[in-house]
């Protein structure tokens, strides 16, 4: 009989390295940080100088940004165009990006644009996540209103797991969002455009 062979362990792979993010500095980030620092995760997104860093996204989330988008698409005029997370520059210490935007056609410079101005911002769509409740209730709506977007969705998911859609219209004199409507089973509305989406339509998606 031959000789028994016996198997060579394996060497031990190194663990990965952690990721390693730049000191913030004193002041915090500025735009001009948000689309040059290497390495940063997809849609972060630049509050009050700091970076933020996105969760997984869960299904609601996503089917609802199907549904609305579709939807605006649908009736969209030939002046204004819809836009799925995009970065929006406020100032040098906001970069927020929306989870919808409906932008002025002339902003759409071509395939490589990476953000958009504020000015051609009309209407800002939020879905609130359990990790950004407070952004998306709170922060991002005053930053987007003082900014000048006439027109804030926030959509919740309600008990039926259907989405709620509270519709915002921007009070010129107080630079705050106003509650025009909160919209449960159809969202119907003529501004900023005449606009139509069955909501309980995320039941068959």
């Known amino acids: 009989m031959g000789g ?3 198997a060579e362990p394996l060497p031990k792979s190194a663990p990965p390295d952690p990721p390693h993010w730049p000191v913030p500095p004193q002041d915090g980030y500025t735009v001009d940080d948000l689309f040059n620092l290497p390495g940063l995760p997809p849609h972060t997104e630049l509050i009050d100088g700091s970076l933020v860093f996105v969760s997984p996204q869960r299904e609601f989330h996503s089917l609802v940004m199907y ?3 579709r939807g605006l698409r649908s009736t969209v005029p030939e ?3 819809v836009r799925r997370e995009m970065a929006l520059i406020v100032d040098r210490k906001q970069g927020p990006e929306p989870d919808i935007s409906v932008v002025r056609a002339e902003a759409v410079s071509g395939p490589d644009l990476t953000a958009y101005e504020v000015a051609d911002v009309v209407l800002a769509v939020e879905v609130v996540s359990p990790d950004s409740e407070k952004r998306d209730r709170e922060r991002k709506p005053q930053i987007y209103a003082q900014a000048g977007i006439r027109h804030f969705w926030r959509v919740e998911q309600g008990e ?3 989405p709620v859609v509270y519709v915002y219209e921007l009070d010129d004199a107080t630079k ?3 509650l025009a ?3 449960h089973d159809r969202l119907k509305l003529t501004v900023p455009f ?3 989406i069955d ?3 995320i039941d068959r998606l």
Do not use: K, P, S, V
């Open 194 to 196: 005449d606009i139509d």
């Open 199 to 201: 909501l309980a339509e």
């Open 67 to 69: 549904l609305l988008e």
């Open 160 to 162: 039926d797991a259907r």
């Open 4 to 6: 028994t062979m016996t």
């Open 79 to 81: 002046r204004l165009r």
């Open 181 to 183: 409507g909160i919209h």
């Open 176 to 178: 705050a969002y106003g």
